[in-house]
């Protein structure tokens, strides 16, 4: 009974550690096979990855050597040749150099229209048609840049359109013109004939998809030109995958024939001119899986059949399968560890290499502030070696006497604010070039016994999470550098100075010139500087407008032809040093007759001359006028002479006259011709009189006098002329009239000259206005008529003595007018035209009343 219990309870138990088995060996197999499935769907898509990447690298490398083909086609002159053949073999070879890969080469001229495409059935109807892209014409015609970038292209008039990627290189001709352009349009399929290389299996559909999440390429045509999202069911996004993801492949579900399927989608970023595309790598999982699950089938009915035989022999095998590919795993992951340890220090060892090698001085601690390499540049700039560093926190000693922090301290502990509380505020600066690096200039008095300036650089290192884990900091010895700047300062502050000095006594020799200038401009003078051959270099004054400026001609040029040998004789002279002045004479355009004194002198110290030429035409003018005012006063003396001498004999005659018509009392024509005789002796009284005023002037003997009672003694003495032609005397003066210092028989004399003057210019009836006023300086004299005014041309000459139009006098009359005026420091004017009237205004002071 207990043996069949034994039995019993061994058989169940052998069948319940067989069904346990069993049930353990199922599940053992579906936990392998799923881990398995996912394991080969990771490494699987890592490889998809890396064929993503190499593909996208590709594409750049091609599109670069598109674009080296377009720039040196570009730079052909053989462009420009009119002859179409030339062109389409330039442009053939072009499309020959890169087969498959170009759908299309054309060349625009500046208009932007296509003039030559190959091939030719490429694109039917291109030529002749323009550019209309925006981003293309402004790229190469506006900036003449090169164009890469995105371009839609029609498969024919009415096919379908499909972007593509065009390469555009301007022709840019002599003085930077645009003259046109190549454009080479790429094929969007050109990565089918690269799909994967020879035996390797086929890694699934390459996509190519534009930053917008449109597909450009797909082994489908049908989908080219949809959103990825329409492959994909509502709520799933891969199109954030390609900005998002930290990885280059992920598991995506499309739609496919009313159903869904899971594919492995590996990507990778290709650069089209200003846009990203990516080119996306799809494969299905059942592709993936197909061969995998197929043979773990095969096992599991094998272990299942087992199990059918024997429980036993099944458990066994199964355990021992299970511990085999326990085994193996862990093999698996100890050579995958080993690889990467080997890996990890060949890196290692190569960094260790460059930095040791680097003649850069640099050292690196750790997170526990212990250093962990320092380099040979090290070494020998401080005189510590690595075996006296290394593992310790003592880098501090080459440098300072007690410990203090580093830069890179403060990068491994985060606290780059606590920078100033040991090098002072603005002395350490945020690197342009390293990002998350610090940089600092330290000034040591004393290191390694002399002055340096050492210039620190640390830079945090990471980890794979972005952690700093460590710190680099170099050091180089840049006292040279700061010498040199401190030089070059010091140089700048003295050219600086000496500019600033310089332009002090430019500007102190400029307003020398201006003022030199303006004084010379001022002269009458004109001023000329000669060199030794005659040429002009220099005119004082400005030349007017419309003259030719007589710079850099020889001066005889100016000279009239009739006096140009005599001032080749005076330069001839000048230029042996004997420097004499003389005289030219000319005629200008106005006919008049001009002299000009020409002076010649050295200027000193140099071998040119100076000319200076002065217009004396008025000095001889005045010259001509002296002789004949000396002419004149001879004249006048001799007159007085005879007017002395005729003076008697005329008294004589008058007093003779006078008795004897006393003596006779004749009568009738008699006492005429007597009354003739003494009228005409009486007139020769006056002329004799008039020259020895003129002549011999006498000083006036001055007094108070009342001016209105000279005026109306004047007047008495003009009377009968002015009651002959009835002539109308106003009088304005001013009240109250003060008494004037004057001579009054000469003042008196002076009005009865001009106001018989008056009366025998006005006709019958004429009008007389006498106008004075007097103010505490001078008494000023107005006398107007209204008679038949006095010739321009004659108002210049009407003070000269024995100037007259009449038919009678002796023309001094207003002579000794003025010679009176003048004798009492006075002034008089005359105002008159033609027709019009006489004005006379007289201006006397009052002098001491």
Excluded at 79 to 85: E, I, S, Y
Excluded at 303 to 315: K, N, Q, R, S
Excluded at 404 to 423: K, Q, S
């Amino acid at each position: 009974m207990n043996k069949k219990i034994s039995t019993t309870y061994l058989r169940y138990s052998i069948w319940l550690t067989a069904l346990i088995v069993v049930v353990l060996i199922v599940l053992l197999a579906l936990t392998v096979y799923t881990v398995r499935e996912r394991s080969i769907i990771e490494l699987f898509s890592q490889q998809q990855a890396s064929i993503a990447e190499q593909k996208a690298s590709r594409i750049n490398e091609t599109i670069a050597k598109c674009e080296k083909g377009l720039v040196m086609l570009a730079g052909n002159a053989s462009l420009a040749d009119d002859d179409p053949a030339v062109r389409e073999k330039l442009l053939q070879t072009l499309y020959e150099e890169l087969p498959g890969i170009i759908l299309t080469v054309a060349l625009l001229d500046g208009d932007d229209v296509i003039r030559a495409v190959y091939p030719h059935d490429a694109e039917p109807g291109m030529t002749g048609n323009s550019i209309e892209d925006p981003a293309v014409v402004h790229a190469m015609k506006k900036m003449h840049q090169r164009y890469m970038g995105e371009l839609t292209v029609t498969d024919g008039p009415t096919g379908p359109s499909a972007k593509t990627v065009a390469i555009g290189m301007p022709i840019i001709g002599p003085a930077q013109t645009y003259r046109g352009a190549l454009l080479a349009v790429l094929h969007p399929g050109f990565i089918v004939g690269r799909r994967h290389p020879p035996g390797m299996a086929d890694p699934g559909d390459f996509w190519l998809v534009d930053e917008s999440g449109l597909i450009v390429f797909h082994p489908d045509s049908a989908v080219i030109g949809s959103s990825i999202e329409d492959l994909s069911p509502p709520g799933d996004s891969p199109f954030r995958m390609f900005t998002y993801a930290d990885r280059h492949y992920r598991d995506i579900v499309l739609k496919k024939d009313g159903g869904l399927e899971t594919c492995i989608a590996a990507y990778a970023p290709i650069r089209i001119g200003i846009s990203q595309w990516w080119v996306v790598l799809v494969t299905p999982h059942e592709k993936v899986l197909g061969p995998v699950r197929r043979a773990s089938l095969n096992i599991m009915l094998g272990a299942m059949g087992l199990i059918a035989v024997t429980i036993v022999t099944a458990v066994s095998i199964a355990r021992s399968d299970v511990k085999r590919m326990r085994l193996k795993e862990e093999l698996k992951r100890l050579k995958e560890r080993e690889e990467w340890q080997s890996k990890l220090l060949r890196e290692k060892m190569t960094m260790e290499g460059i930095v040791e090698g680097s003649p850069v001085p640099m050292f690196v601690i750790d997170k526990n502030h212990r250093v962990i390499l320092w380099n040979r540049a090290c070494t020998d700039l401080t005189g510590w070696g690595p075996e006296e560093m290394i593992g310790t926190d003592h880098y501090y000693k080459p440098f300072y006497e007690i410990k203090r922090p580093f830069l890179a301290d403060f990068i491994v502990d985060g606290n780059a604010g606590d920078f100033e509380t040991f090098y002072g505020e603005g002395k350490v600066a945020r690197s342009e070039t390293i990002e998350g690096a610090y940089e600092a200039v330290k000034h040591f008095t004393k290191f390694k016994g002399r002055d340096r300036h050492l210039h620190f650089l640390a830079a945090p290192i990471h980890n794979e999470k972005g952690e700093v884990v460590a710190a680099i900091e170099t050091f180089l010895d840049v006292s040279k550098e700061v010498e040199l700047t401190r030089n070059l300062q010091e140089y700048a502050e003295t050219l600086q100075n000496e500019l600033e000095e310089n332009i002090r006594l430019n500007r102190e020799v400029e307003k020398l010139y201006r003022y030199l200038q303006s004084i010379l401009d001022s002269l009458p003078d004109k001023v000329y500087e000669l060199n030794r051959d005659g040429i002009i270099n220099y005119v004082s004054r400005q030349i007017r407008p419309g003259v030719y400026d007589p710079k850099g001609r020889h001066f005889t040029d100016y000279v009239l032809p009739e006096h140009r040998n005599f001032v080749i004789t005076k330069w001839e002279d000048a230029k042996k040093g004997i420097f004499r002045p003389y005289e030219l004479e000319f005629v200008n355009k106005e006919g008049k007759k001009r002299y000009l004194l020409m002076t010649p002198g050295p200027v000193k110290g140099t071998d040119r001359f100076v000319l200076v030429e002065r217009d004396i035409t008025e000095f001889k003018e005045l010259e001509k006028k002296f002789y004949e005012s000396q002419k004149l006063a001879a004249i006048g003396q001799l007159s007085a002479g005879i007017a002395h001498e005729v003076r008697n004999p005329l008294s004589s005659i008058k007093m003779s006259l006078q008795i004897l018509e006393k003596r006779l009392q004749p009568d009738g024509n008699d006492l005429k011709r007597f009354r003739i005789a003494q009228r005409e002796v009486e007139h020769l009284e006056k002329l004799v009189s008039d020259v020895l005023i003129y002549a011999k002037p006498s000083a006036p003997a001055k007094a108070p006098c009342d001016m209105r009672s000279i005026i109306d003694q004047a007047l008495a003495m003009v009377e009968k002329s002015i009651n002959d032609k009835e002539i109308d005397v106003v009088k304005n003066y001013q009240e109250p009239v003060d008494l004037i210092s004057v001579d009054p028989s000469m003042i008196s004399q002076a009005l009865i000259n001009i106001f018989q003057n008056a009366v025998d210019a006005m006709d019958h009836g004429g009008r007389l206005v006498i106008a004075m006023k007097i103010d505490h300086a001078a008494l000023t004299l107005e006398i107007e008529d209204n008679g038949c005014g006095i010739p321009e041309d004659d108002l210049p000459y009407l003070f000269n003595p024995f100037f007259t139009k009449k038919s009678y006098g002796t023309g001094l009359g207003l002579t000794q007018v003025e010679k009176i005026i003048d004798q009492h420091e006075g002034s008089i004017q005359v105002h008159s035209r033609k027709g019009e009237g006489t004005r006379f205004v007289i201006v006397l002071p009052r002098g001491m009343v």
